[in-house]
């Protein structure tokens, strides 16, 4: 094993280590390091917002959480004879948070959920959540506590959020093309449909200053999965996953980033899994050629690993595509798993829990989203799969009538928020 070839120092911000990544994706920004097919390599990886989040009773951190710095990413690693048309192999050997040390950076033992406002990037359910909240996590070995959810406990499933390859420059152009015709379909919407390159705030690695101003305009946010995986927060990503990725650029130009401790299905708070820096042991090869031998123009495939907690009891809930004010829509499951969503939240107000923090403890834990209709007609019907052993208590329905729970504190608000 090569050892650690982008260690990162928890004083010191993204931008001032000894070796800069990068928070948006072009062909041209370099890489930071040469690895070969076979190699076994350690790399660390910073929290999402480089620290902007403290592990306080405040969201408004949360509420003003800095956008344009997003993702930092770990590399880009170029893979020694990587060519355009091959598939890049990444078995992830290990992942988790900072190793053996306390501290106020996310992944320093503790990590956080929030859900975001709507004036700075929504939520999965913005129309009924529009301001910011937040929950703190504490890691005790694999498991999470917050004292701002009480009286549930769960194994996190460790994974990154983002593995990447580099777009070519044809690629580049083709996302900077669609995205621009959907913002241009409703630019003064809040959220905002995409989000189209920003030179502010923009981290390009070795980049060459005088190609800064090009790179850094044409340059893609890091924000949505693409056709080179990307932001896919696919939480199954875990320790023994093994992924293949297709590969654009010479040299392939792999990143990861955006860890979390645990995340259940969508992501849906925006912020949604326990957000946290820490380290990825990883091994790399490729299949020559491997794009069109195996028909994988776009998109990785992936072979989940074997370490995810097991559970054996469930209580679940259905939706279907129609809208809380009644209205039909034909086949919408993104309608189906909000309706899913809000009926689990719902459910658990019925505890005690605040609907923000059950929304949250959605975000956070394993749970399990599933599209289990989608032919019949008009309705699409989507499930989500709460464990059962998550609680302290008995979730499940019974004649004596809900457990009611202490809510404690509660999940902080921001003070100030835009919308109410």
């Known amino acids: ?14 931008t ?8 948006r994706y072009h062909p041209e920004i370099p890489p930071v390091e ?13 929290e999402w917002f480089d620290g902007a989040i403290k592990n306080d009773d405040s969201a408004d951190d949360i509420l003003n959480a800095p956008m344009n710095k997003v993702h930092g990413l770990t590399g880009p690693f170029r893979i020694e004879g990587a060519q355009p048309g091959d598939l890049l192999i990444v078995d992830i050997l290990d ?17 956080y959920t929030g859900i975001f406002a709507k004036s700075n ?36 499933l460790t994974h990154p959020g983002i593995m990447a390859t580099a777009p070519s420059p044809e690629l580049l152009a083709k996302w900077n093309k669609r995205e621009g015709a959907l913002i241009a379909t409703d630019p003064n919407r809040v959220p905002p449909l995409a989000l189209p390159p920003e030179p502010q705030e923009a981290v390009l690695g070795g980049l060459p200053q005088s190609d800064w101003d090009r790179v850094s305009a044409e340059a893609a946010r890091t924000a949505p999965p693409r056709e080179n995986g990307g932001n896919q927060d696919i939480k199954n990503l875990t320790k023994g996953t093994r992924a293949f990725y297709p590969v654009f650029v010479e ?8 860890l979390h401790f645990s995340q259940g299905d969508g992501e849906i708070t925006f912020c949604g899994g326990i957000e946290m820096g820490g380290f990825m042991d990883i091994h790399v090869d490729l299949i020559k050629g491997g794009m069109e031998t195996y028909g994988v123009s776009e998109n990785a495939i992936f072979m989940p690993g074997r370490q995810d907690p097991q559970f054996s009891e469930w209580i679940s809930f259905s939706g279907t595509s ?8 034909y086949l919408d499951s993104h309608l189906s798993y909000q309706r899913a969503i809000l009926h689990a939240i719902e459910y658990l107000s019925k505890f005690g829990y605040s609907k923000e923090q059950a929304y949250l403890l959605l975000g956070a834990a394993p749970i399990e989203g599933r599209l289990s209709s989608v032919v019949d007609i008009p309705n699409s019907c989507s499930t989500v799969y709460i464990p059962t052993a998550i609680f302290d208590f008995d979730v499940r329905p019974s004649a004596e009538g809900p457990h009611q729970i202490d809510p404690g504190m509660g ?6 928020p835009t919308f109410g």
Do not use: C
Request: hydrophobic share 35%.
């Open 16 to 23: 001032d280590q000894q070796k800069i990544g990068h928070n």
């Open 251 to 258: 040299g392939a130009n792999f990143s990861i980033g955006d």
């Open 34 to 46: 040469t690895v070969r097919p076979g190699d076994s390599f350690r790399v660390d990886s910073r």
């Open 121 to 156: 990037g929504g939520s999965f359910l913005v129309d009924q959540f529009p301001d910011a909240y937040k929950a703190v996590w504490d890691f005790q070995g694999p498991w999470a506590t917050s004292r701002h959810i009480p009286e549930v406990r769960f194994e996190g």
């Open 322 to 329: 129609v809208t809380l004010d009644g209205d039909q829509r």
């Open 95 to 111: 992942v988790g948070p900072i190793p053996q040390e306390e501290g106020p950076l996310a992944g320093q033992g503790w990590g």
């Open 411 to 416: 999940a902080p608000k921001a003070a100030d």
């Open 1 to 14: 094993m090569l050892g650690n070839i982008f260690p990162l120092d928890s004083s010191k911000p993204f």
